[in-house]
């Protein structure tokens, strides 16, 4: 994993905190957990060499995580903006009550993956495109359309 720089947002300002070098997964959790006790405050898991600010819909992304979300929001703060700044800042973002995935569309889908994705797709509520910054709302058979689609293009 690459270094992960933790931020915190607040008043419309992004402010750095502290870094971690190639954390693993334990340590992005245990580190994450004790930030956001001891200040009180959310923090955001922002792969090195991206500044939040340049990405916007962030800020939206987490408006929505807030707004469906019951249980584990770090799914979002954690593994999903990592997944979207690291890949090509287009893919499926998928929500449920508790827990977020996000599914990268710049890569090539086998047809496995197909199978794997339009079963997990069935256990989700609500659906987004994220295409470079711009958030859209999607139908479940939108989802399986946009899947199909690039199974036909990996193929």
Known sequence: MTNIIFYTHTEGKWTKRETLKEPLLSELYDKVNGLNEKHGIKHWAIPEGHDPADYPELIEMEKIVTKHLSHYKNDFYLHDLHSYLEGDKKGLWLLRDSGTHFIQMG????????VVYKDYVRCNKYFYLIDHGEIKKLSLDKVYQLLEEKVIVAA
Do not use: R
Not at 108 to 113: H, Q
């Open 107 to 114: 890569k090539s889908f086998s047809a496995e993956d197909m």
